[in-house]
């Protein structure tokens, strides 16, 4: 079955400065790449997401990319803030159209002020 | 919130005793999921639910049931409660077509003794 593999586990960068989370994913049919930020004590919330059939998609400050081939994306953070301080989670869909969806472990990023 | 309730949003309970979470949206969304939080771990599907009396086991099932009589319950079941089960879970839905994001509820703490 599908397996998503997520790094760094822990990542902390001075503010104003770049941050780069990486994901791979096992299973070939996989076609929907969200990713997650989750605050202290709240719910997961959707931050992007990516389908297979674009190589990177940008909203302010944030954007991720896929590499198909590699089977691998990224979610990247420029000019990062304190309010950025979360665990971001990636995740990958099992197969098109299940609607199931398999999640890395989890990166816990800190922004130093 | 995307209409979606858990309840209790905490619970303690002693080993052996069955335990029921129940997940209530309002919504009518076809696609609900059960997900287990733990250090470490990321978020791992338990079950999930495609329609009314429709579910299938997801990465972690082993003690655990669910059902879903009606559109928006899907409650959670543990026979008979182990210490590692302890964690926190979150409910999510998705709505089928082209919009296949995640949404969470605000997740119940269990606290197995």
């Known amino acids: 079955g599908e397996n998503v593999e997520q790094h760094p586990s822990t990542l902390s960068v001075q503010e104003g400065d770049s941050a780069v989370i990486k994901c791979t994913y096992s299973?070939?049919?996989?076609?929907?790449f969200p990713w997650y930020k989750q605050e202290l004590g709240k719910r997961p919330q959707l931050i992007i997401d990516?389908?297979?059939?674009?190589g990177e998609k940008k909203d302010q400050r944030i954007a991720v990319t896929l590499n198909k081939t590699a089977k691998h994306f990224s979610l990247h953070i420029t000019e990062t803030q304190p309010e950025d301080s979360a665990v971001y989670f990636c995740?990958?869909?099992?197969?098109?159209?299940?609607?199931?969806?398999?999640f890395g472990t989890g990166t816990r990023l800190k922004v130093l002020a | 919130d995307a209409g979606i309730t858990q309840s209790p949003r905490h619970k303690v309970t002693e080993t052996g005793t069955p335990v029921t979470l129940r997940c209530h949206q309002t919504?009518?969304?076809?696609?609900m999921y059960w997900y287990r939080q733990d250090p470490g771990h990321g978020l791992r599907l338990i079950h999930y639910?495609?329609?009314?009396?429709?579910?299938d086991k997801g990465e972690v099932s082993d003690g655990y049931s669910v059902s879903r009589s009606k559109t928006e319950d899907f409650l959670l079941t543990l026979e008979s409660a182990t210490s590692s089960q302890t964690s926190v879970y979150f409910c999510?839905?998705?709505?089928?077509?082209?919009?296949?994001?995640?949404?969470f509820g605000s997740g119940t703490q269990l606290s197995v003794l």
């Open positions: 999510a839905i998705s709505q089928e077509g082209t919009n296949e994001k995640l949404f």
């Open positions: 299973d070939s049919a996989s076609n929907y």
């Open positions: 639910s495609y329609g009314v009396k429709d579910t």
């Open positions: 995740a990958a869909s099992v197969a098109p159209g299940t609607y199931k969806y398999i």
């Open positions: 919504e009518n969304h076809r696609y």
């Open positions: 990516i389908r297979s059939n674009v």
